[in-house]
């Protein structure tokens, strides 16, 4: 089984366009598992058209408070550092539930045992098939704020199945941050999708960055490709040592595929797919 990472410092590249082409493609003669990892806004399911059936869900703990055992000393507020809990002298502590991470130090600090754990939904996980490929995709709930929870959660479930594919595909979140790390950590090889745009030439140096201080394999993908106007993408790579290793062109067949919620096919993943079998 080899893990192939489709990944991006900024969103809107079209990550998920390539990283659903490629499985597709893929998909046509190996098994393959195309793996949502954006779990904040995840669309792979929307751009193939696949309705997808919860398999499980994220739980994350959260203290509750005994208030007959609470003598309002005000402790668990003091140690609470990402502020979720106010806490006055002399009155029961106030939680914003929003803002736990369930880090503990509260149930810790309690001179009387007066927090205890209770546990609330924070994401779901998500299973479905379509275009002879198989899919798994988290997604975090709503005002939610870790991310990186539902994202360990699909680490699992993947752990337990990938090793019936020839090919993972992981469609990671745009950026450089906690999730993105957690999704390429284990990858084989990682394709860095970017646009010709000054913000696309920036955000691919960081990714870039991140994936040498990883020590991960990569090659670069420039999405949107219009002749002569690449300039700025080849530049980077050829700082990186790289050259652009595919090109999807801006084209109308390319928008109208992803629109309609259908698998873009074209050349340039076919160039992709021919890569990652080699
Ligand atoms: S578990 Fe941690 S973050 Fe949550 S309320 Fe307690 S101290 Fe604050
Ligand atoms: S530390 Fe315990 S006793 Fe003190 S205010 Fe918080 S819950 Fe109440």
Not at 124 to 136: H, S, T
């Amino acid at each position: 089984m080899k893990t192939i990472a489709i990944t991006g410092g900024k969103g809107g590249t079209g990550k998920s366009t390539v990283a659903t082409a490629l499985a597709v493609e893929l998909g046509k003669k190996h098994k393959v598992l195309l793996v949502d990892a954006d779990v904040d806004c995840p669309n792979d399911h929307l751009l193939l058209g696949i309705e997808r059936k919860k398999v499980g869900a994220v739980k994350q703990r959260i203290p509750k408070w005994n208030f007959k055992k609470c003598t309002k000393c005000g402790k668990c507020g003091e140690v609470c550092k990402t502020h979720a809990i106010v806490s006055i002298k002399g009155k029961h502590p106030i939680f914003i539930e929003g803002q736990c991470n369930g880090c503990g130090a509260c149930v810790l600090k309690c001179p009387v045992k007066a927090i205890s754990w209770s546990k609330k939904k924070i994401g779901k996980v998500f299973k479905g098939k379509g275009y002879g490929i198989d899919f798994l995709s988290g997604e975090l709930e709503i005002k939610e704020p870790l991310s990186e929870m539902v994202v360990a959660k699909v680490g699992e479930e993947l752990e337990k199945v990938s090793g019936g594919y020839d090919f993972v595909v992981i469609d990671t979140a745009a950026g450089t941050h906690c999730d993105v790390i957690s999704a390429l950590r284990d990858c084989d090889v990682a394709f860095a999708v970017t646009e010709p745009t000054p913000l696309g030439e920036h955000d691919l140096e960081l990714i870039i960055e991140l994936l040498k201080e990883l020590g991960i394999k990569f090659e670069i993908i420039l999405n949107r490709f219009e002749e002569g106007k690449s300039e700025i993408i080849e530049k980077i790579a050829k700082k990186s040592g790289k050259k652009i290793a595919a090109k999807v062109p801006y084209k109308k067949e390319i928008m109208e595929a992803y629109c309609k919620g259908i698998p873009v096919r074209d050349k340039s993943i076919e160039k992709i797919a021919a890569m990652v079998e080699k």
